[in-house]
């Protein structure tokens, strides 16, 4: 069965010894959720298609309609679905992701009213979770998102109980190296991920991403 926030939640709740909210609140355990979510999807992102008719000439099209994208690895153009062009009019491009645009580079400059086929991967989606009618990644790693989100959690706590100064520092050390501890967890968890994801030979994964956990950048 799928995990909806309320049950992710609950089962971050459990592991912070926290079922009541006394100390997180039910906002500071979603946005805990949200953070491990987003890294989560950087090493397993969902894969979507999506199409859109252009409205006027040009080699700079907006992204911004892909929800959650992280990254555009191939685009169509022109398209039509009632009958695919075989083979399909593969276009050469950059994605500048900071503008969230696609630049076409190729001799063809997109018309208005061509179709744009992009194929991306974007942010999984955690249902009940900004928005979000679905759970999109595999039940099996439920586990390592509450594992992720309750370090966060802590870490995040462990940042208040320093900046309350009647408060004993050893309490906020050993909170942080609680929290620090679960990410740890977490993020050995993410390198199984990955090479679970390379040996499935998934296309649409930035291998350049996952090589940075193996140096060990993401901490």
């Known amino acids: 069965m799928s995990a909806t926030l309320s049950t992710l939640r609950d089962r971050v709740e459990r592991i912070l010894a926290d079922n009541s909210n006394v100390i997180w609140s039910t ?5 805990s959720i949200r953070q491990a979510l987003h890294e989560y999807s950087l090493v ?14 040009g080699r700079e099209i907006s992204t911004s309609t892909l929800s959650g994208l992280l990254r555009v690895y191939e685009i169509w153009c022109d398209y039509d679905a009632s009958d695919p062009e075989y083979p399909a009019n593969r276009r050469p491009f950059e994605h500048w992701r900071d503008q969230a645009k696609v630049y076409v580079t190729g001799d063809y400059e997109p018309q208005s009213g061509d179709v744009v086929r992009f194929f991306y991967t974007k942010l999984q989606a955690l249902s009940g979770l900004d928005s979000a009618t679905s ?13 992720g989100a309750a370090g ?12 309350q100064v009647t408060l004993d520092r050893l309490t906020a050390q050993q909170v942080r190296a609680w929290g620090m501890a679960k990410l740890q967890e977490f993020r050995a968890g993410l390198k199984g ?27």
Request: charged letters at 30%.
């Open 135 to 147: 759970t999109t990644y595999p039940d099996e790693d439920e586990t390592l998102l509450a594992t």
């Open 27 to 31: 906002d500071d355990v979603d946005e």
């Open 193 to 219: 991920v990955s090479r679970r994801i390379a040996a499935a030979g998934r296309s649409d994964v930035e291998l350049g991403d996952l090589d940075r956990w193996a140096a060990g950048e993401w901490r």
């Open 44 to 57: 397993n992102p969902l894969a979507a298609i999506a199409t859109l008719t252009l409205s006027a000439d």
């Open 152 to 163: 966060f959690a802590a870490t995040s706590r462990a940042v208040d109980l320093t900046e």
